[in-house]
């Protein structure tokens, strides 16, 4: 699948909420932001990409590494930010089980996101698509929200994987 055809099914998904929406890939254990929402700015962008411990969209890829977590510089940026390895873990490890990643106030106080994995052609998770909101707008168990954002998620394939 094209990127084209992935931005056009992320639009799709815009035009249906009204949290901002993005799609991030995985290299190399980097994540980066491939489609943006124009239309909801991100503040704190460089520390959602740098920092993987306090975004929905990190967490994810840290749940899915091959190799498990090895982590450094637990930055804490608000008091919400979970920095102890072993709440990390727990985080990490109810993850895997739902394959959906929550983020509530770690970054920046007032903002919210969900994500969940888009994956390779072999099925391993090489993304994730994620909606960002206003706490306490955006309600992470939202079932009707978690189940548009998977099979959005399902009908897209992103080529590079976690290595």
């Known amino acids: 699948m094209s990127e084209v055809d992935n931005?056009?099914?992320?639009?799709?998904?815009?035009a249906r909420i009204r949290f901002g929406v993005y799609l991030a890939s995985y290299e190399n254990d980097r994540i980066q932001l491939i489609?943006?929402?124009?239309?909801?700015?991100?503040?704190g962008e460089t520390a959602l990409v740098t920092h993987a411990h306090?975004?929905?969209?990190?967490?994810?890829?840290?749940?899915?590494r091959p190799d498990g977590i090895a982590l450094s510089d637990l930055r804490k940026f608000t008091s919400h930010t979970i920095v102890d390895l072993a709440e990390l873990a727990i985080e990490m490890s109810r993850i895997r089980t739902t394959d959906?990643?929550?983020?509530?106030?770690?970054?920046?106080?007032?903002r919210s996101s969900v994500a969940v994995p888009v994956r390779?052609?072999?099925?391993?998770?090489?993304?994730?698509?994620?909606?960002?909101?206003?706490?306490?707008?955006?309600?992470?168990?939202?079932?009707?929200?978690?189940g548009l954002l998977r099979s959005t998620a399902?009908?897209?394939?992103l080529a590079c994987a976690t290595k």
């Open 7 to 14: 931005h056009h099914i992320v639009d799709e998904l815009r």
């Open 154 to 157: 399902s009908q897209m394939r």
């Open 54 to 64: 306090a975004s929905a969209i990190g967490k994810l890829l840290l749940a899915n």
């Open 100 to 110: 959906i990643a929550v983020e509530t106030d770690e970054i920046k106080v007032g």
């Open 35 to 43: 489609d943006r929402d124009p239309d909801h700015e991100l503040s």
């Open 120 to 146: 390779d052609d072999g099925g391993r998770v090489s993304g994730a698509l994620a909606v960002i909101g206003r706490t306490g707008r955006l309600v992470h168990d939202d079932p009707d929200l978690i």
